[in-house]
């Protein structure tokens, strides 16, 4: 099993690189902080991998794309599983009064992660087998006020990976995006997380482990997230509109 | 980024004492030297946290700041042939145990919970059922970091001459943050146990088969019936093992159940603690003699049932663990059953172990040769404190101490007496480092 973690530094992309060392995976990790990779990959080789090797990679820069992905490739021997986890939260208040930050969080979250999206799947296309999994957001479900330039790119980003599951339906490769609930992670820190419904990164890390072997092309992490997440895009508008989420 | 963000519910597994703190939990280890420079500048106290299964106070500091480290948790360096591990504080037991099955090692030194951080392993100097033989977690240390709050990161041997290693082994946390861990392993052909279990009559049985056992078997442990009385005091059952040389490396790769909330205080009355003791002693009775067990369940029967202190209800419970040198050993043993018995608030685990003459390398190592005696009470207010009271005066007869990581209300003058190196090891103290434990030991001073 050889597998490639773009943003491999995010606490949800470490816990499900530790599933695959326990597996005796082959692993390549990208991110920008090598020695946060380093750190990464030594723990990884303690835990079981049978090879972990780092790549760093600022992801948001979108010059080739496409030859790095096959860089990386080439650097563990093959591809079977690829699971793309970076991405920025950035600040609403401050991103609709400053476009520049608004398109900060769009580039990052959507144009570069939707590139990387579609070169991976070329990579599977042209394989004709492995696995994509793309980590989305319930924040791309519905529109709230809280989040929605962070949620907006999300919802792009589950459209782009839904369009690829249709293209690949019946073929051998498979893609699918992962819509964590809140996560316990550095990414929501500012956050009051009082309240039960918090899940771990463990957590989410299970269902993006088994995401990549069966079901999607959408899951929800925890799985109660897809129930929660019908009821509020159902909501009428009239409803919706008061409440506090 | 990381930051302190106030947080109640960080309670420590006794669930007595419950105060509001603020909580860091950082997941790379530059962190750290940011977030004591934020208590520095704020006047604020510091204390590192790793997986809260300390019973009392001294994992606590309500009203200041705690750093939880179980987010550093990465493995740094894994050795097999130098039979050595070096990771971070944070890493648990249960994280580090099927890594070293799997090369065919085990934890030299375990608790009865694996569920346990290295770090915590180190600032209690935790024991086990091999205590007769491997001394205390600390005998394997080799190399520690250290990170006090002037920004300097100590990495501190046992041969250290300044004192630290000694201060740190043991030390409750107060020396500074421990970073990371380097130990020695050991090996272990099988995640299985060869074991054998004896029933004993009386304290008399007790002590003989503890001296007959220690030679042949690594690892010795008893159960006591605290309701048994008379002819009968001290009677209980004798557990030895060591690893069985060959089988299966895996460990049964799954959790038990949980205990999903606290139960109300009338599950654990008297009666229910009664029939619990008789089950027990009559469960083990049947199944007295050899038996090959999965390692998990011969070192953490309690892990099996997560969240077992939650039936001890809303008001928590006190684990109370002494150890009297062994002159007094008999007869202070001896005294206490008699007075939990009369008592009639029957422990609902008492564990009695000889511990060997290994010396143990902290300052405030719990440890020492003699007999130890560990017992569970629901909290019932006044009348457990004043049953511990009498116990105290029991071990303070004998000569005795207690485990600060246990009962979260150690009385000042016995840790004194406890513990003679107290005054050595005050000098290295962090001075942005305390705790509850710490400020009730100080104030009494």
Same mark, same amino acid.
């Not at chain 2, 946290?49 to 200041?64: E, F, H, K, P, W």
């Given at each position: 099993?050889?597998?490639?973690?773009?943003?491999?530094?995010?606490?949800?992309?470490?816990?499900?690189?530790?599933?695959?060392?326990?597996?005796?995976?082959?692993?390549?990790?990208?991110?920008?902080?090598?020695?946060?990779?380093?750190?990464?990959?030594?723990?990884?080789?303690?835990?079981?991998?049978?090879?972990?090797?780092?790549?760093?990679?600022?992801?948001? !820069?979108?010059?080739?794309?496409?030859? !790095?992905?096959a860089?990386?490739?080439?650097?563990?021997?093959?591809?079977d599983?690829?699971?793309?986890?970076?991405?920025?939260?950035?600040?609403?208040?401050?991103?609709?009064?400053?476009?520049?930050?608004?398109?900060?969080?769009?580039?990052?979250?959507?144009?570069?992660?939707?590139?990387?999206?579609?070169?991976?799947?070329?990579?599977?296309?042209?394989?004709?087998?492995?696995?994509?999994?793309?980590?989305?957001?319930?924040?791309?479900?519905?529109?709230?006020?809280?989040?929605?330039?962070?949620?907006?790119?999300?919802?792009?980003?589950?459209?782009?990976?839904?369009?690829?599951?249709?293209?690949?339906?019946?073929?051998?490769?498979?893609?699918?995006?992962?819509?964590?609930?809140?996560?316990?992670?550095?990414?929501?820190?500012?956050?009051?997380?009082?309240?039960?419904?918090?899940?771990?990164?463990?957590?989410?890390?299970?269902?993006?482990?088994?995401a990549? !072997?069966?079901?999607?092309?959408?899951?929800?992490?925890?799985?109660?997230?897809?129930?929660?997440?019908?009821?509020?895009?159902?909501?009428?508008?009239?409803?919706?509109?008061?409440?506090?989420? | 980024?990381?930051? /302190?963000?106030?947080?109640?519910?960080?309670?420590?597994?006794?669930?007595?004492?419950?105060?509001?703190?603020?909580?860091a939990?950082?997941?790379?280890?530059?962190?750290? %030297?940011?977030?004591?420079?934020?208590?520095?500048?704020?006047?604020?106290?510091c204390?590192?946290?790793?997986?809260?299964?300390?019973?009392?106070?001294?994992?606590?500091?309500?009203?200041?700041?705690?750093?939880?480290?179980?987010?550093?948790?990465r493995?740094?360096?894994?050795?097999?042939?130098?039979?050595?591990?070096?990771?971070?504080?944070?890493?648990?037991f249960?994280?580090?145990?099927?890594?070293?099955?799997?090369?065919?090692?085990f934890? %030299?030194?375990?608790p009865?919970?694996?569920?346990?951080?290295?770090?915590?392993?180190?600032?209690? +100097?935790?024991?086990?059922?091999?205590?007769?033989?491997?001394?205390?977690?600390?005998?394997?240390?080799?190399?520690?970091?250290?990170?006090?709050?002037?920004?300097?990161?100590?990495?501190?041997?046992?041969?250290?001459?300044?004192?630290? /290693?000694?201060a740190?082994?043991g030390?409750?946390?107060?020396?500074?943050?421990?970073?990371?861990?380097?130990?020695?392993?050991?090996?272990?052909?099988?995640?299985?146990? +060869?074991?054998?279990?004896?029933?004993?009559?009386?304290?008399?049985?007790?002590?003989?088969?503890?001296?007959?056992?220690e030679?042949?078997?690594?690892?010795?442990?008893?159960?006591? @019936?605290?309701?048994?009385?008379?002819? =009968?005091?001290?009677?209980?059952? /004798?557990?030895?093992?060591? $690893?069985?040389?060959?089988?299966?490396?895996?460990?049964? @790769?799954?959790?038990?159940p949980?205990?999903?909330?606290?139960?109300?205080?009338?599950?654990l009355?008297?009666?229910?603690?009664?029939?619990?003791?008789?089950?027990?002693?009559?469960?083990?009775?049947?199944?007295?003699?050899?038996?090959?067990? %999965?390692?998990?369940?011969?070192?953490?029967?309690? +892990?099996?049932?997560? $969240?077992?202190?939650?039936?001890?209800?809303?008001?928590?419970?006190?684990?109370?663990?002494?150890?009297?040198?062994?002159?007094?050993?008999?007869?202070?043993?001896?005294?206490?059953?008699?007075?939990?018995?009369?008592?009639?608030?029957?422990?609902?685990?008492?564990?009695?172990?000889?511990?060997?003459?290994?010396?143990? %390398?902290?300052?405030?190592?719990?440890?020492?040769?003699?007999t130890?005696?560990?017992?569970d /009470?629901?909290?019932?207010? =006044?009348?457990?404190? =004043?049953?511990? @009271?009498?116990?105290?005066?029991?071990?303070?007869?004998?000569?005795?101490?207690?485990?600060?990581?246990?009962?979260?209300?150690?009385?000042?003058d016995?840790?004194?007496?406890?513990?003679?190196?107290?005054?050595?090891?005050?000098?290295?103290?962090?001075?942005?480092?305390?705790?509850?434990?710490?400020?009730?030991?100080?104030?009494?001073?």
């Open positions: 099993m050889r597998v490639i973690i773009l943003g491999a530094t995010s606490a949800i992309a470490e816990a499900t690189a530790r599933l695959y060392a326990k597996e005796g995976a082959d692993l390549l990790l990208v991110a920008r902080r090598e020695d946060r990779l380093l750190a990464i990959r030594d723990d990884l080789l303690i835990r079981g991998a049978a090879k972990a090797e780092v790549a760093v990679r600022d992801l948001a !820069d979108p010059h080739g794309i496409e030859a !790095d992905f860089r990386f490739v080439a650097q563990i021997g093959g591809v599983h690829i699971i793309l986890a970076y991405g920025i939260l950035g600040d609403q208040g401050p991103a609709e009064r400053d476009p520049a930050q608004a398109e900060e969080i769009l580039r990052i979250n959507f144009n570069s992660a939707a590139a990387w999206t579609l070169a991976a799947a070329g990579a599977l296309e042209k394989l004709g087998r492995g696995s994509l999994v793309v980590i989305g957001s319930v924040a791309g479900d519905r529109g709230r006020r809280a989040n929605f330039i962070y949620g907006a790119a999300k919802a792009g980003l589950a459209t782009l990976v839904e369009g690829l599951a249709h293209r690949f339906a019946g073929q051998g490769p498979r893609v699918v995006v992962v819509k964590p609930g809140p996560t316990i992670t550095p990414m929501t820190e500012s956050f009051n997380r009082k309240g039960a419904l918090w899940a771990t990164p463990e957590q989410v890390a299970a269902v993006v482990r088994r990549a !072997d069966r079901g999607g092309p959408v899951l929800y992490a925890p799985w109660h997230w897809r129930f929660i997440m019908l009821i509020i895009r159902h909501l009428p508008t009239f409803i919706f509109n008061r409440m506090n989420i | 980024m990381t930051r /302190f963000a106030p947080t109640e519910g960080v309670l420590s597994w006794g669930r007595v004492i419950r105060e509001t703190q603020d909580v939990r950082p997941l790379w280890r530059e962190d750290l %030297p940011g977030l004591l420079r934020e208590d520095t500048a704020a006047g604020r106290s204390l590192a946290i790793g997986a809260r299964r300390s019973y009392g106070d001294s994992g606590l500091n309500g009203g200041q700041t705690v750093i939880d480290m179980t987010g550093l948790d493995g740094i360096a894994f050795d097999p042939a130098r039979r050595t591990m070096r990771a971070e504080a944070g890493m648990t249960d994280a580090l145990l099927p890594i070293l099955l799997r090369s065919g090692h934890l %030299p030194v375990t009865g919970t694996r569920f346990v951080t290295l770090g915590g392993a180190v600032a209690n +100097d935790v024991h086990g059922k091999n205590h007769h033989g491997a001394g205390t977690f600390g005998c394997w240390v080799r190399r520690l970091g250290l990170l006090r709050s002037d920004g300097v990161e100590w990495e501190l041997t046992p041969d250290d001459p300044t004192g630290l /290693f000694a740190t082994v030390g409750l946390g107060l020396t500074g943050i421990i970073t990371w861990v380097e130990f020695e392993v050991i090996p272990a052909g099988s995640a299985l146990m +060869d074991t054998e279990t004896v029933p004993f009559d009386d304290l008399d049985g007790f002590f003989a088969i503890a001296a007959e056992s030679a042949g078997f690594d690892y010795t442990v008893a159960w006591v @019936d605290c309701l048994a009385t008379g002819a =009968s005091l001290g009677r209980g059952i /004798f557990s030895r093992g060591r $690893h069985a040389p060959t089988g299966t490396r895996l460990l049964a @790769d799954k959790t038990g949980a205990v999903p909330f606290e139960f109300p205080e009338l599950a009355n008297g009666l229910s603690v009664r029939a619990f003791n008789t089950l027990y002693n009559w469960r083990s009775r049947m199944k007295a003699g050899k038996a090959v067990v %999965p390692a998990l369940s011969f070192f953490y029967p309690l +892990d099996a049932l997560r $969240h077992w202190n939650r039936i001890y209800g809303r008001r928590g419970m006190y684990q109370y663990q002494s150890v009297v040198p062994p002159s007094a050993a008999r007869e202070a043993t001896r005294a206490m059953l008699q007075t939990i018995a009369a008592a009639g608030q029957g422990s609902f685990l008492a564990v009695l172990k000889t511990f060997g003459d290994r010396v143990s %390398p902290g300052l405030l190592s719990f440890p020492r040769e003699g130890t005696l560990a017992l /009470f629901p909290n019932r207010g =006044s009348d457990t404190l =004043s049953l511990l @009271d009498r116990l105290d005066a029991i071990v303070r007869e004998a000569g005795g101490r207690l485990y600060p990581a246990k009962d979260g209300r150690l009385p000042p016995l840790f004194r007496s406890g513990y003679p190196a107290l005054g050595a090891f005050e000098h290295h103290v962090d001075p942005q480092f305390s705790s509850r434990f710490w400020r009730r030991m100080q104030a009494a001073a």
